[in-house]
């Protein structure tokens, strides 16, 4: 068990869609990163929160977006979902850069 | 930027075979290594991890060796098992500059080990 504790672990939603992603970051780490893996791309990472702030861009898609909580907690918001947004959604944390990043299992999003 | 490229797979052996998993990095400064495994239905795991070049990191007799002359870090093991099936990760990591310690993967090795 890494620590981190993401939810719904399996969502299964309709095209034009919205579905929000949740991530508790392991006790006391200040960083969380949101990563999509899916067959075509493999692991791409979307983007890095530290202590509430933004820190970190990369292929994330207009269509989505994420935010960290007071609590450290993160959401990560998909809408007008389309078929290719189907993918497994990996949330990490890590107590800064320079350390260790742990993941969470992961939510799988079945998008129909 | 930064990139990682790992050996193409999928990797077969039989039980008690030896493992060799090449990676090869792209990357300014400093980084930091890792090995993550992905075991069927599951998350990403940390496997082992070297942050300074000539570090070995080892695990459940995994091995890694930071070797910065040929910007490599090959997975290693000497008698696999069936457990040890999964898909294997490379990745890097930088504390500095933009990256913020964000990592980036391989492209991901599956191994499959039979008896």
């Known amino acids: 068990d890494s620590g981190v504790t993401q939810t719904p672990k399996h969502l299964i939603t309709a095209t034009g869609q919205r579905v929000t992603l949740r991530c508790s970051p392991r006790s006391g780490d200040l960083s969380v990163y949101w990563y999509q893996q899916s067959l075509d791309q493999g692991l791409q990472f979307l983007i890095q929160y530290y202590n509430g702030e933004e820190r970190a861009k990369g292929n994330i898609l207009e269509r989505f977006s994420a935010q960290q909580f007071p609590d450290l907690h993160s959401e990560l918001n998909l809408s007008s979902l389309e078929l290719g947004d189907s993918a497994l959604y990996f949330c990490a944390s890590s107590a800064g850069a320079g350390n260790t990043i742990y993941f969470g299992e992961g939510s799988w999003l079945t998008v129909v | 930027g930064n990139s990682v490229t790992q050996m193409e797979g999928p990797v077969t052996l039989s039980e008690e075979a030896f493992l060799t998993i090449n990676c090869t990095y792209t990357a300014t400064g400093y980084p930091s290594l890792f090995w993550y495994v992905q075991y069927p239905g599951e998350g990403l795991q940390l496997l082992l991890k070297?942050?300074?070049?000539?570090d070995k990191g080892s695990n459940k007799g995994f091995e890694a060796t930071y070797r910065k002359e040929t910007t490599s870090f090959h997975l290693e093991k000497g008698s696999v098992q069936v457990s040890d099936s999964a898909v294997y990760f490379c990745?890097?990591?930088?504390?500095?500059?933009?990256?913020?310690?964000?990592?980036?993967f391989g492209q991901g090795t599956i191994l499959t080990v039979h008896p």
């Open positions: 990745a890097l990591s930088r504390a500095g500059g933009t990256s913020y310690g964000k990592l980036t």
């Open positions: 070297a942050t300074k070049a000539d």
